[in-house]
T-cell receptor, first 108, second 118 residues
């Protein structure tokens, strides 16, 4: 069973700072997801990647398959980026195995 | 836009009651999933279905069953609810990889049902 570890668990930063959230997993994978969950529960898929790097607006996700590690970066962070960010990898039965999430607060 | 809807946002039930959580998706996705989310434990897969009338156990199926009679609808059933099943339940769906040729496809999540069992 894949173990997914995220760091940090909690992160508070000032508006405009560059944010990095890390994810490590124990078993080789075919794809890794970054998800965003706002207060109230709704989950949005930010990225799904299997190699290299993807960018969407101020969000950048990278993955190093050999090192079993991925990072999510937020440039020019804003209070509306405050959310829980969750890393997930393909697990058993084609479902996902999730990290415990990183609770991000961006202060104005 | 893909839309995944769940029948209730909040639900309160009593111990021993039979509980049905419904999930509907409108994008003709083959795969549907039920997860539960608990503080400190994160999200965990309960059951998964890759086709009508097909189901697979996830990581924590005990105490749950599922039903997939139609492609767009996936139901999670708690036969006899217990207090340790108080949780946030999230449904998700995705395309079957055979349709896209991808190894794995993006999952789209519903808004969640917060179930409290008293």
């Amino acid at each position: 069973k894949n173990e997914v570890e995220q760091s940090p668990q909690n992160l508070t930063a000032q508006e405009g700072e560059f944010i990095t959230i890390n994810c490590s997993y124990s078993v080789g994978i075919s794809a890794l997801h970054w998800l965003q969950q706002h207060p109230g529960g709704g989950i949005v898929s930010l990225f799904m990647l299997s190699s290299g790097k993807k960018k969407h607006g101020r969000l950048i996700a990278t993955i190093n398959i050999q090192e079993k590690h991925s990072s999510l970066h937020i440039t020019a962070s804003h209070p509306r980026d405050s959310a829980v960010y969750i890393c997930a990898v393909r697990g058993g039965a084609d479902g996902l195995t999730f990290g415990k999430g990183t609770h991000l607060i961006i202060q104005p | 836009d893909v839309k995944v809807t769940q029948s209730s946002r909040y639900l309160v039930k009593r111990t021993g009651e039979k509980v049905f959580l419904e999930c509907v998706q409108d994008m003709d996705h083959e795969n549907m999933f039920w997860y539960r989310q608990d503080p400190g434990l994160g999200l965990r897969l309960i059951y998964f279905s890759y086709d009508v009338k097909m189901k697979e156990k996830g990581d924590i199926p005990e105490g749950y069953s599922v039903s997939r009679e139609k492609k767009e609808r996936f139901s999670l059933i708690l036969e006899s609810a217990s207090t340790n099943q108080t949780s946030m339940y999230l449904c998700a769906s995705s395309l079957w990889s055979g349709r896209t040729g991808a190894v794995h496809n993006e999952q789209f999540f519903g808004p969640g049902t917060r179930l409290t069992v008293l």
